[in-house]
């Protein structure tokens, strides 16, 4: 990628709390117009990230420029660039619908002869037109999200830094969210958003994984899959804990991840491990509703690269 043309550019960018890095030499390149998702466990540093892209955190070391400004000297002028949306994002209950975008256009300095414009026009883009006097404190958890982008995206930022905006919303909201999200994209508009949701990640155009302040793995989530060999095979059973304990040594079986009662076992080749899964559950009378292969998605890959890369480390700590 040019640097010229990056409207993310950061170069070993590190912040420390007390004796904790949250964010461990981050090296991220965003072109404009991407859809970029951060993800990875609680405490990976995703919204410390977030924060510091935003220019809302000091830099313990590293560089970044966002938007064509440096994150030391230019915070400020980020800030009026760059749309922020917190995970409890401070909408004032007390205010209407229509008010709340009204003082975050005031908070944003849009000019008072173009705030009625975007404000209806986003009104209708998140659908909230027909709420309009109401409470923001009365609105259901899926409109408050929308009423929160609509008011982040009111002085119309190149860059939207969303910390998780779906968490939380049921899955209806959790989708209408992302149309949303998908129509600003299309629309040239830059978004990095970090989700707990591998279906989320799906969406974007490249994903960065994040494990203990560092990134592991960023690229476009057909090759994210694609760097898990072998095939999937899913396991249905009540008595999935005896059967994987069963399973997991068997040869050409590379790792068993568990969700709820179903296996999902990666093998080095579905055509020549099934027929030897099924006699062997048979013969330790392990009874199930299903053994079929399943496409790799991008929880288990990212499962795969979490687990491999903590063995590589407990490998290095005993070498040591």
Known sequence: MSTSTLIIDTKELSRDFKQTRAVDSLDLEVEPGELFGLVGPDGAGKTTTLRLLAGLLYITEGSATVTGFDLKTESE???????????????????????????????????????????????????????????????????????????????????LLLDEPTTGVDPISRREFWDILTELYLGGTTIVVSTPYMDEADRCSRVGLMYEGEMIVCDTPQNIRGQIKGDLIELKSADWR???????????????????????????????????????????????????????????????????????????????
């Open 77 to 159: 002028s980020i800030k009026a660039r760059v749309g922020y949306m917190a995970q409890e994002f401070n909408l004032y209950g007390e205010l209407t619908v229509a008010e709340n975008l009204q003082f975050f256009s005031e908070l944003y300095d849009v000019e008072p002869t173009v705030i009625h414009e975007r404000t209806e026009r986003l009104l209708e883009f998140a659908g909230l037109k027909e709420f309009t006097s109401r409470r923001a404190a009365h609105l259901s958890g899926g409109m408050k999200k929308k009423l929160a982008l609509a008011c982040t995206l009111i002085h119309e930022p190149p860059l």
């Open 242 to 320: 005896r059967a994987k304990g069963i399973l997991q040594d068997m040869p050409g079986v590379i790792e068993i991840q568990t969700y709820g009662e179903a296996l999902h076992i990666l093998v080095d080749s579905e055509e020549k491990r099934l027929a030897s899964l099924e006699r062997t559950l048979a013969e330790n009378n392990v009874t199930y509703r299903g053994l079929r292969r399943a496409p790799i998605r991008m929880e288990e890959a990212f499962l795969s690269l979490i687990t491999n890369l903590d063995i590589e480390q407990n490998e290095q700590e005993s070498e040591n």
